[in-house]
């Protein structure tokens, strides 16, 4: 049940005005940045190896030789980068990059694992807030990415055991190999704390978001929009945190005498929609005429739902008069998502402030953390209409309201 809920409703026009405090990352060259970031963090850059230069990553973006340069200024600013006379552009030796040489060295140094680290503003929030926690107890950090090589979670945790790290914050797979590995490394003396998805263990503490809450709360404000068809869009894999969500909207629908539908996605569709939205448009198609209208549509992630919303836009949909939607997370992926996309404000900060202090702990308790409330923004605000003008590529919308608090309430 959710009591009371305190959510703060922002338009396009607020968010526009205040970019910098809320971290909108409009500009190509901030977006490339990030994103390189990111890659840097996931070592797929090692620290005082060259790194891409301009042109390369001009291409590699599609964009002007100007927005590369400007991307590039930017990692160097952040200290991420340098450049050296007639050499090129180096990684820098960062310092959460403690180098792993024998167990005594490492015994505060905890490693991390994602299996895909994000690359997003939001994503790198919680990596920074990660580092900053255990800096200020100790403790380094030793990053490994699984995503190179998928699912090569063993591999990660080899490594680590074998440089004396012990103790590791990662984001599992799920699978019931997986989990008798978990069991092995734990019986060898590591101690595995779980980010974002997992089970309720007592040998595996666990940090994520109240994803049932996150569920209802969707559908609380498609309700509250006037939607009384709800379609929540999710993926075909096994996820302990996807289920939950489902399983909150679909109760919350239920309670409500909502007209509830599920539309699963496949592993294979999904990574190829969120690659190439136009690629979504035969399976919106199919689904848009099942669904029927007026539909709320919840997509239980970021990425689906930023894709979801730019064919949404080209194939002329009205929103939110026929189909409205909402993602999780507010990650801002696309241009059209800052400015359209209402989103369930998840508190990334936070996370990484628990998911430190977790790992530390002598004695760790799993976290759950309530998400922080709704971005409301066109896509399911009455009185906002959403333009797509085709010949220009970009989007007009016409604001209605300035910040606004409201309180929601849910009854199961």
């Not at 800096?135 to 680590?160: H, N, T």
């Not at 709320?296 to 992630?301: H, M, P, R, Y």
Request: glycine share 8%.
């Amino acid at each position: 049940m959710i009591d009371k809920i305190q959510y703060v409703v922002y338009d396009s026009i607020y968010l526009m005005k205040k970019q910098k405090r809320d971290r909108l990352p409009v500009a190509k060259y901030q977006l490339i940045c990030d994103a390189l970031e990111g890659e840097i963090r996931a070592l797929r850059h090692p620290p005082g190896h060259k790194f891409i230069t301009a042109v390369e990553a001009q291409r590699r973006f599609s964009v002007s030789s100007i927005t590369a340069t400007h991307a590039l200024n930017q990692l160097r600013d952040r200290g991420l980068v340098e450049r050296r006379r007639r050499h090129g552009t180096f990684v820098t030796e960062r310092p959460f990059q403690m180098k792993a040489n024998n167990a005594a060295s490492n015994a505060h140094v905890v490693g991390l694992i994602w299996e895909a680290l994000p690359a997003t503003s939001r994503g790198i929030e919680m990596l920074q807030v990660i580092e900053k926690e255990l800096a200020e107890a100790g403790y380094g950090v030793m990053f490994k990415a699984s995503d190179e090589e998928p699912y090569q979670e063993r591999k990660c945790l080899e490594w680590f055991h074998a440089h004396g790290i012990h103790r590791v914050l990662m984001t599992p797979s799920g699978s019931r190999e997986d989990w008798a590995m978990y069991e092995e490394f734990r019986v060898r003396g590591m101690r595995i704390v779980f980010m974002d998805r997992g089970v309720d263990s007592p040998h595996f503490p666990l940090v994520a978001f109240d994803d049932r809450q996150i569920g209802r709360l969707a559908v609380c404000e498609l309700k509250q929009a006037g939607y009384r068809k709800i379609a929540v869009v999710t993926t075909a894999r096994q996820d302990t945190s996807v289920d939950a969500r489902v399983e909150g909207a679909v109760k919350v629908c239920s309670g409500q005498c909502l007209d509830a539908q599920i539309f699963s996605v496949s592993m294979g569709d999904y990574l190829a929609f969120i690659r190439n939205p136009d690629a979504m448009k035969p399976w919106w198609r199919r689904a848009r005429v099942q669904a029927g209208a007026p539909c709320g549509w919840f997509s239980v992630n970021e990425q689906l739902a930023s894709a979801l919303l730019e064919v949404m836009l080209q194939t002329g949909v009205k929103i939110p008069a026929d189909h409205g939607l909402i993602g999780v997370g507010n990650l801002l992926l696309t241009p059209a998502a800052a400015l359209f996309l209402t989103s369930i404000e998840l508190p990334f900060a936070e996370f990484g402030r628990a998911a430190a202090r977790c790992v530390m702990a002598d004695e760790p308790t799993n976290v759950r953390l309530a998400p922080s409330g709704v971005v409301r923004r066109a896509s399911t605000t009455p009185g906002m209409e959403i333009h797509w003008d085709r010949d220009v590529g970009r989007q007009k919308f016409q604001p209605a309201g300035r910040l606004v608090e409201a309180v929601v309430g849910v009854e199961e």
